[in-house]
């Protein structure tokens, strides 16, 4: 079905997100993703980074807003920990 194919293609994505968090590349592979059909190929990091670049302006507005609203001076803040999936991607931890 659709939703499982969904289901497997985006377990196999988040496998090879987490891969490229710390490898230049890394490979994807999908068994039986649709119709009995297998998927697999290659990606660098620089395609990831470049696929996510839409998302970066809101990433950006989104930490600008909290900064603003916490009131605190850029100066005194040590550390900022992001949460979540997309915390892994190479341009959120620069």
């Known amino acids: 079905s659709n939703k499982k ?4 293609l985006e377990d196999a994505v988040t496998k ?3 891969i490229l968090s ?3 590349e890394a490979g ?3 068994e039986c993703l649709m119709e009995d ?3 697999g190929s290659d ?3 620089d395609t990831l980074l470049e696929m996510c670049k839409p998302m970066m302006t809101k ?3 989104v930490l600008d807003a909290a900064k603003a609203a916490s009131g605190i001076p850029v100066e005194q803040i040590d550390f900022v920990e992001i949460v979540g999936g997309s915390s892994r991607v190479p341009w959120i931890k620069e």
């Open 5 to 8: 194919s969904a289901f497997k």
């Open 16 to 18: 090879t997100k987490k």
């Open 22 to 24: 710390a490898n230049y």
């Open 28 to 30: 994807i592979s999908c």
């Open 37 to 39: 059909e297998d998927f």
């Open 43 to 45: 990606i660098k990091r």
């Open 59 to 61: 990433v950006q507005a």
